[in-house]
């Protein structure tokens, strides 16, 4: 018998979706461990691999040694391994990918970083006269401790000040957050409600919860007291936001209750950061992160809580292999690690409020904001009446008038829009052909600040004609309004209104939201005009008026989650307004104002929607009355693709006669970057005699050229 593992190679591809058996040499024998990140022999070369099982067995010949250990200790703890083999068969994805989703980069590729110096803490007392040194110097010992990105949103000119700061030894340089600092702001007195929903998720076994609360009713409250349970425990919490640009008030929020040793994970950090977090998890020196959907793939040892606030956002879903929603890894890693899991929304998704219904998860609400604050109120503007009536603007008088009303009051505006840019689309009024991109089957936005047409799929710029291509006509003209056209128009009605706009084309990092959601906060800008990043979970006090510009702008895309999306869309702008003492008003725009979505957005009632929708779903058989599957063929060879197609769904409808097949079909989107796309969905229902549809699914993936298949998918464009 000799000493083997079976190591999973670090390379994605059909072949070596599997493990490969090594020797143990001697010297190794007492080293190895399954979750190990190992360095093996594999085709001519050195490769990384992880230790997927170490046992003994009998000698095979030729079998090669394991060459040597890239890190002690093991990369992957003994549940994330279940877990990527749980995702392999759930998503239908590699094993190398699973892995490669829990390990950074830095660590995979064994870049042994240096830890940068990025947190400061006072060490002494500074007495001097008013100045930037003197400020930086009370700021950070106010913080207790501050990472170097906080403190430059803060001060964005203190490298030299910082510099004499720490050569005067008044401040502390540190690797890592310190673990010593005390909570610098004591729990607020929970409302009954919310005292309610921390008992239930103590006292009671359930080890899921859907907390369902409106709009400023104090999830956040909750979670902090549920966390701050947790670590008088010795456990450790993990936070997840639906965007990075949630993550600095959230951050603050938990620092100012936990002390420095919260940290964040999300994209913008660079390697060395993610690298330092994650060993920090791993060691368990950190013991709260608050971070992106990746974080869900931390190393923690001593898990306790998981919490995915806003827990309906799509952008929880991953759109690329390993295609998993965060929401179910969640649910499958507080299971097996015993954590406790808690949803937050005001507006839950459908399957969790289903599942919570029927019973699978805990369901707490809370159906009113603190401090007997009230709900904003809120009027909805039919735009076909106010053409009718020759207004022809963008904004209705309503929300022309309101605005002019909470500038009177020195109340600050936010502005709604879900689309970028200054037109949507620009037209030729001769022939009535609209500008498309070449090579994908969208229109072109037009952005007026770079004079150029953009478009937002495969990001290709393009100067603006004088004459259509088509016809060579000169009457161009540009239809629909972006974010940056209403920038544009409420300068017109304001000039003396400070103005911030808030979409992907401006804030293109982290410390890009971090630095507006300062500004706004503190009260550096009066309007706020944003896309769907700017319509949840922020918290503004001084915001009395939120307008949301055009509410349709998703109702009628091809998909079946459309209504639900835009009912999310606008209580969540909505409830951005009147979260202090003053009072929110919220009025919304739409051409489609009798659509059960938008009229019940008006009176916050989610549970009516619910019924409303639900009836819907079960009608059509969409999840979660089945599990969806979209089979989505892609290629340079427009019939090609269109025959993989029909072979796909031929396969389906003759394998799953039981099942609903539709298509195959163009995709909504039937050209990306010079690309044709087909889809297939497949509606499975699946019960408990049924057969598995995935062994299928895996051999159509495998023979179908230009094949990818995402369970459950929120991106159906």
Known sequence: MEPLADVIIDRVAEALDRAFTYRIPDVLQNSIAIGQLVSVPFRGTVVAGVVRRVYSGLAISGLKDIVGIRDAEPVVTPPLLELAEWMCERYLCYLPQALRAMIPASV???????????????????????????????????????????????????????????????????????????????????????????????????????????????????????????????????????????????????????????????????????????????????????????????????????????????????????????????????????????????????????????????????????????????????????????????????????????????????????????????????????????????????????????CHYCLRQFPLPKRCPECGSEKIRYFGAGTERVVEEVRALFPQARLLRADRDVLKDPQDYATLYHQFYRGEADVLVGTQMIAKGMDFPRVGLVGVVAADTALHLPDFRSAERTFQLLVQAGGRSGRADIPGRVVIQSYNPDHYAIKLAKTHDYSAFYEEEIAFRSATRYPPFSQLWLLAFEGEDRAAVAESARQGAEALRAGWPGDEVLGPAPAPLSRVRGRYRYHVLLKHFADPGKQSVVPHLKELQNRLAGLRITRDPYLLM
């Not at 549920?226 to 008088?232: N, P, R, S």
């Not at 799509?314 to 929603?325: A, G, I, N, T, V």
């Not at 039919?382 to 020759?390: A, I, N, P, T």
């Open 108 to 454: 995979r590729k064994s870049k042994r970083t240096r830890p940068s110096q990025t947190w400061y803490r006072v060490q002494g007392t500074r007495q001097g006269r008013p100045s930037r040194k003197q400020s930086l110097f009370e700021y950070i010992a106010r913080c207790g401790a501050v990472d170097r990105r906080t403190l430059l949103d803060a001060f964005p000119q203190a490298g030299p000040a910082l510099h004499a700061l720490i050569q005067e030894n008044v401040v502390e340089v540190m690797p890592l957050p310190p673990q010593d600092i005390a909570a610098l702001t004591t729990p607020h007195p929970l409302t009954p409600e919310q005292d309610r929903a921390l008992r239930s998720f103590l006292q009671e076994p359930a080890t899921s919860w859907l907390l369902e609360g409106v709009t400023g009713s104090g999830k956040t409250e909750v979670y902090l007291a549920l966390i701050a349970d947790a670590l008088e425990r010795g456990k450790q919490a993990l936070v997840l936001l639906p965007e990075i640009a949630l993550t600095p008030q959230t951050v603050t929020r938990f620092r100012g209750r936990f002390g420095s040793g919260v940290a964040v994970w999300h994209s913008g950090l660079s390697q060395d950061e993610r690298r330092q977090t994650w060993e920090a998890v791993r060691q368990g020196r950190l013991k709260v992160v608050v971070g992106a959907r990746s974080a869900i793939f931390l190393p923690f040892t001593a898990l306790a809580v998981i919490v995915i606030d806003e827990e309906h956002e799509p952008s929880y879903k991953q759109e690329e292999h390993p295609r998993y929603h965060t929401r179910e890894v969640a649910l499958w890693r507080g299971k097996r690690e015993g954590a406790l899991v808690v949803l937050g929304s005001a507006t839950p998704s459908l399957e969790s409020r289903y599942k919570a219904q029927s019973g699978e998860m805990g369901h707490v609400q809370i159906p009113r904001r603190v401090l007997g604050r009230t709900m904003p109120t809120v009027e909805i503007v039919d735009m076909r009446d106010e053409l009718k009536e020759g207004n022809r603007h963008i904004f209705s008088r309503l929300l022309q008038d309101e605005m002019s009303r909470a500038r009177a009051r020195d109340e600050q505006i936010i502005l709604f829009l879900n689309r970028r840019g200054y037109s949507t689309f620009v037209l030729c009024r001769s022939c009535g052909q609209a500008l498309e991109c070449p090579d994908c089957a969208v229109s072109l936005t037009y952005h007026q600040q770079e004079e150029r047409l953009a």
